[in-house]
């Protein structure tokens, strides 16, 4: 079952511009974490915020955490048409595994 | 310092049939995770092998099982292969105590015809 939904299910920018994807999740959780995936290929970690932080930043990310409204969101400033993949938010919780959402499709155009 | 591999890349194989898949974790790390990510889906967890033993599953199947070697690398086996199993399937490796930061590997497409 998926615990993450991510929104919206497809985003297409000019490069340059800033992109918001959000996530929102169910149950509690140690932590939230972003992945991206290009091309239906492997999942590359981009940024983890744990249960207790509330904005973390990493390069070009920012990602922000509301755990009383159980939700989520990925800033991806300056984007590029390199950005251009599908971007995973999973929870972590106590029990070892990652619970996915369904993705949102990113496409940045030149 | 060689990242997860997985093997093969790709896979066709026909309903009914059996599969085995492949999976070397990250250098240092000791424990792996499997999951299945179907066509415009996210992925979905498996299981996780730690020691050698399934130390957590996912709501899967028992067709879908697994071993983890004393070197730490895994398998993962599909018995009884149904169209519906055509997926991506990733291995994620990590070390114990640290299983919040997960590395993945590049995945076997799947194809059940």
């Known amino acids: 079952s998926q615990q993450g939904e991510e929104d919206p299910q497809a985003l297409s920018i000019q490069e340059g511009e800033n992109a918001t994807m959000n996530c929102s999740y169910k149950?509690?959780?140690?932590?939230l974490q972003w992945y991206r995936q290009n091309s239906g290929r492997g999942l590359v970690h981009l940024i983890l915020?744990?249960?207790?932080?509330r904005e973390k930043h990493s390069g070009r990310l920012r990602v922000t955490l509301d755990t009383s409204k159980k939700s989520s969101s990925l800033l991806i400033t300056a984007s590029r048409a390199a950005d251009t993949a599908s971007y995973f938010c999973?929870?972590?919780?106590?029990?070892?595994?990652?619970?996915f959402g369904k993705g949102t499709l990113l496409t940045v155009n030149p | 310092d060689a990242g997860v591999t997985q093997s093969p890349t790709h896979l066709i194989k026909t309903r009914g049939q059996q599969v085995t898949l492949r999976c070397s974790p990250k250098?240092?790390?000791?424990?792996v995770s499997w999951y299945q990510q179907a066509l415009g889906q996210g992925p979905q967890f498996i299981f996780q092998?730690?020691?050698?033993?399934?130390?957590q599953r996912g709501n899967f199947p028992d067709r879908f099982s697994g071993h983890q070697f004393p070197n730490y690398s895994s398998e993962l086996n599909v018995n009884a292969l149904l169209l519906g199993d055509s997926a991506l399937y990733l291995c994620?490796?990590?070390?114990?105590?640290?299983?919040?930061?997960?590395?993945f590997g590049p995945g076997t497409r799947l194809l059940v015809l």
């Open positions: 250098s240092g790390h000791d424990t």
């Open positions: 092998y730690y020691e050698e033993e399934e130390r």
């Open positions: 994620a490796s990590s070390l114990v105590g640290r299983e919040e930061t997960q590395y």
């Open positions: 999973a929870t972590g919780s106590s029990n070892y595994k990652l619970t």
């Open positions: 149950t509690s959780i140690n932590n």
């Open positions: 915020i744990r249960s207790n932080e």
